[in-house]
């Protein structure tokens, strides 16, 4: 598989599970989901992720940051889900820039404490987009999503080992959200059935009792290797502290 195809099979990966809800992109779920399982990437599923209006823009930002020209190369794929290096070069100047271009207006009166914990360490990571813009929009509170922490947690992308797998579902042991009456943090582990494939259409490959692997909403997206699992572990626990820090935390004005 060359690397454009990998770069875009890989984002479909992730876009797919929100998408098969309702809550982002194009109505094309169907789509996503034949194409990854059959692992094919061409020039229309590419115009069908440029859809995802709250992604794509991330990706633009962290390619043109690292003098990349496809916002769909692997690796700022991997950046904006997981976690890389390249996340490093987007400084908070470019971060600041692209949120007020793409967030201020909606934001109103919220966008100073939404644009708060850019010099902080907030990078453009899939986890900063759910906990550090995500409540100051409104999403959470409109009547399109209910119960704000189990959405934050579902939205998030999160890591988990499997325990088992049975036809479609997978039993997996992961860190839920919890919350304190101030701070979200990391609960203790529990467990929690997802979907590894439907009719026989999966998302991940070579699943199996003991993988570690990220989870997008109720789908198992990929398996992780070490150094995936340490990235994401890593970068989401980062921008949860950004977030928590702040002088208003964004999930504290949702959940309180």
Request: aromatic residues 8%; proline residues 7%; glycine residues 10%.
């Amino acid at each position: 598989m060359d690397a454009p195809a990998s770069g875009a099979l890989r984002f479909a990966r992730y876009a797919y599970p929100p998408n098969e809800l309702g809550y982002c992109g194009p109505d094309a779920s169907a789509q996503l989901l034949e194409q990854v399982a059959a692992g094919e990437a061409d020039e229309d599923l590419r115009r069908l992720l440029r859809g995802f209006e709250g992604a794509w823009p991330y990706l633009e930002l962290i390619a043109a940051a690292n003098g990349i020209g496809d916002p769909l190369d692997e690796r700022v794929v991997e950046a904006y889900w997981i976690g890389n290096a390249l996340l490093e070069r987007v400084g908070p100047r470019l971060m600041g820039d692209s949120l007020e271009d793409r967030f201020r207006r909606r934001a109103g009166r919220s966008w100073t404490d939404l644009a708060a914990p850019v010099p902080d360490g907030a990078v453009p990571h899939h986890s900063f987009h759910v906990f550090g813009v995500y409540p100051w929009l409104g999403l959470l509170r409109e009547g399109r999503l209910d119960e704000p922490l189990r959405v934050l947690d579902r939205c998030r992308i999160r890591w988990g080992q499997v325990i088992s797998v049975s036809g479609g579902e997978a039993l997996v042991r992961s860190r839920p959200l919890v919350w304190d009456g101030r701070r979200v943090e990391l609960g203790e582990p529990a467990e929690e059935r997802v979907l590894a494939a439907l009719d026989d259409r999966g998302l991940a490959r070579g699943i199996r009792p003991g993988s570690w692997c990220s989870l997008h909403w109720d789908w198992i997206c990929e398996e992780l290797d070490s150094r995936s699992l340490a990235r994401l572990r890593h970068v989401s626990l980062r921008q949860l502290a950004v977030i928590n820090g702040a002088r208003i935390p964004g999930p504290a004005t949702v959940l309180s």
